[in-house]
């Protein structure tokens, strides 16, 4: 049984977003071509991009949370469009430069799609500063730095004066702002992206898929409902698994967010002297953050495997965070705390590709998904349309996710990996 009950507490962007649509419920049976179930950034390409090549096909999305309560609506809307900026030494030449193309891709059909509909979602490119709070981090921020320079990439480190004046903190030990990314309110973009799928997409919402059957059609079970279709899209982020796929080439991490209601003139300065800014962390355990344009701090901070953490326990998380970089703000600042799932694999690649009989999956975001998934979902599209391409073939190449064993060894990895990143935050580390 299939189950997907959601996450504790809802989405703080999708609660101040302006602009919502409403998800229709689905109330009778449907034969369709095409099924896509999961409504995140994966699931509206693959949707977009199907009517696209067949509009005059039946293409049903189905999804089991209300539009923008996925991690696609909860996430902290970075989209930052090169690779290095994850410092992943492991990867080669040709996987950074195909990482690139992906994310070039994913920004593209965003922004043509955001330009076409005029969807208001609080799109800024403003690039995005790398912050390190311990030894290790300036350590690697140093190897960041050369890196961007080999690759005539746009950076300044700032002094110790600049992160104070900029970002309103002393806590940071070194920092630098990179000129790629663009920040987005996440819910608003989700909200857009719904609002202007094509006619011949019909979209359901708070409906779980608790099975799939037959291959010939595909008979999909949603509710008191069942669905005929040729071809089914799983997009299903960490779910995947639920659904037979995956099940040991993914793993299911929760990370957590506050967001802070606009903050008034008392605390104008507060958060520095920048209009707004967005903060990445060196330290992989470290926390993001940003100041939107409206004067709030969002923050995103730690991590849990397997289930979302209580309500009480991410808000003291937060409070941490917020206590360390800005000990002067307003106690209980955070009008909204929520968590979201994460799909990790064990190299960073993602799963793409045919699961079965015209039965196709895509997940393994690894935190960062927004441009990834929209361009590996229009990619996964053209596969199941026989439309090929020189980068759908090198995502095929590129996108082989590593064994990752069973239980109780899986929890065993985790915790190993979880005490390794630790390690790291440790002040003598990376001296
Ligand atoms: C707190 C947080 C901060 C993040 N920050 C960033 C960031 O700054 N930049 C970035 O690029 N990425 C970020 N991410 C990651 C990003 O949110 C994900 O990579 C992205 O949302 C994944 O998109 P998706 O479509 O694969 O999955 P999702 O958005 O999770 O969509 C999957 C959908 O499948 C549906 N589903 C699952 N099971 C069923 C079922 N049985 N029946 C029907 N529907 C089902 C779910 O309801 C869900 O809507 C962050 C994530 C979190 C949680």
Same mark, same amino acid.
């Given at each position: 049984?299939?189950?997907?009950g959601?996450?504790?507490?809802?989405?703080?962007?999708?609660?101040?977003?302006?602009?919502?649509?409403?998800?229709?419920?689905?109330?009778?049976?449907?034969?369709?071509?095409?099924?896509?179930?999961?409504?995140?950034?994966?699931g509206?390409?693959?949707?977009?991009?199907?009517?696209?090549?067949? &509009?005059?096909?039946?293409?049903?999305?189905?999804?089991?949370?209300?539009?923008?309560?996925?991690?696609?609506?909860?996430?902290?809307?970075?989209?930052?469009?090169?690779?290095?900026?994850?410092?992943?030494?492991?990867?080669s030449?040709?996987?950074?430069?195909?990482?690139?193309?992906?994310m070039?891709?994913?920004?593209?059909?965003?922004?043509?799609t955001?330009?076409?509909?005029a969807?208001?979602?609080?799109?800024?490119?403003?690039?995005?500063?790398?912050?390190?709070?311990?030894?290790?981090?300036?350590?690697?921020?140093?190897?960041?730095?050369?890196?961007l320079a080999?690759?005539?990439?746009?950076?300044?480190?700032?002094?110790?004066?600049?992160?104070?004046?900029?970002?309103g903190?002393?806590?940071?030990?070194?920092?630098?702002?990179?000129?790629?990314?663009?920040?987005?309110?996440?819910?608003?973009?989700?909200?857009?992206?719904?609002?202007?799928? &094509?006619?011949n997409?019909?979209?359901?919402?708070?409906?779980?898929?608790?099975g799939?059957?037959?291959?010939?059609?595909?008979?999909?079970?949603?509710g008191?409902?069942q669905?005929?279709?040729?071809?089914?899209?799983l997009?299903?982020?960490?779910?995947?698994?639920?659904?037979?796929?995956?099940?040991?080439r993914?793993l299911?991490?929760?990370?957590?967010?506050?967001?802070?209601?606009p903050?008034?003139?008392?605390?104008?300065?507060?958060?520095?002297?920048q209009?707004?800014?967005?903060v990445?962390?060196?330290?992989?355990?470290?926390?993001t953050?940003?100041k *939107?344009?409206?004067?709030?701090?969002?923050?995103?901070?730690?991590?849990?495997?397997?289930?979302?953490?209580a309500?009480?326990?991410?808000?003291?998380?937060?409070?941490?965070?917020?206590?360390?970089?800005?000990?002067?703000?307003?106690?209980?600042?955070?009008?909204?705390?929520?968590?979201?799932?994460?799909?990790l694999?064990?190299?960073?690649?993602?799963?793409?590709?045919?699961?079965?009989?015209?039965?196709?999956?895509?997940?393994?975001?690894?935190?960062s998904?927004?441009?990834k998934? *929209?361009?590996?979902g229009?990619?996964?599209?053209?596969?199941?349309?026989?439309?090929?391409?020189?980068?759908?073939?090198?995502?095929?190449?590129?996108?082989?996710?590593?064994?990752i064993?069973p239980?109780?060894?899986?929890?065993?990895?985790?915790?190993?990996?979880?005490?390794?990143?630790?390690?790291?935050?440790? &002040?003598?580390?990376?001296?």
């Amino acid at each position: 049984m299939i189950n997907n009950g959601g996450y504790n507490t809802p989405s703080g962007w999708n609660a101040v977003a302006r602009n919502r649509v409403v998800g229709a419920r689905l109330q009778r049976d449907l034969k369709v071509r095409f099924l896509v179930v999961g409504a995140g950034f994966a699931g509206l390409a693959i949707a977009r991009r199907l009517a696209s090549r067949y &509009p005059d096909e039946s293409i049903a999305l189905i999804d089991a949370l209300e539009p923008a309560q996925n991690s696609s609506g909860r996430n902290s809307g970075f989209m930052i469009n090169l690779p290095f900026a994850k410092i992943r030494t492991s990867a080669s030449t040709a996987q950074s430069q195909w990482q690139t193309r992906i994310m070039s891709m994913g920004q593209q059909l965003l922004e043509q799609t955001i330009t076409h509909h005029a969807i208001d979602c609080d799109w800024h490119t403003v690039g995005h500063y790398k912050a390190a709070t311990t030894a290790f981090g300036v350590a690697q921020l140093q190897q960041l730095r050369q890196t961007l320079a080999v690759n005539r990439i746009a950076s300044r480190r700032l002094s110790t004066d600049d992160i104070r004046n900029e970002l309103g903190t002393t806590h940071y030990l070194d920092a630098i702002w990179i000129s790629q990314c663009s920040l987005v309110q996440p819910a608003e973009l989700i909200h857009g992206l719904v609002g202007s799928l &094509p006619k011949n997409v019909q979209s359901y919402f708070g409906c779980p898929v608790s099975g799939i059957t037959g291959n010939n059609p595909h008979v999909v079970k949603a509710g008191t409902n069942q669905i005929c279709a040729d071809t089914v899209f799983l997009a299903v982020n960490t779910m995947l698994a639920a659904f037979g796929h995956a099940k040991y080439r993914q793993l299911a991490m929760y990370t957590y967010a506050g967001l802070s209601r606009p903050l008034g003139e008392q605390y104008r300065t507060l958060l520095g002297n920048q209009e707004q800014w967005g903060v990445t962390p060196v330290e992989q355990l470290e926390a993001t953050s940003r100041k *939107t344009a409206d004067n709030r701090l969002l923050l995103r901070a730690g991590f849990s495997y397997k289930s979302e953490l209580a309500p009480d326990q991410v808000r003291q998380i937060l409070q941490a965070k917020l206590r360390a970089r800005y000990p002067d703000a307003p106690v209980d600042m955070f009008e909204h705390a929520w968590g979201g799932a994460v799909s990790l694999t064990r190299n960073g690649d993602a799963v793409f590709g045919q699961l079965g009989r015209r039965l196709y999956g895509v997940s393994g975001c690894n935190a960062s998904g927004i441009l990834k998934m *929209t361009a590996l979902g229009s990619l996964l599209a053209d596969m199941a349309c026989d439309l090929d391409s020189p980068l759908l073939q090198e995502s095929q190449l590129h996108c082989r996710p590593g064994f990752i064993p069973p239980e109780p060894f899986r929890t065993v990895a985790v915790n190993l990996n979880l005490q390794k990143l630790k390690r790291q935050l440790q &002040p003598n580390q990376g001296k």
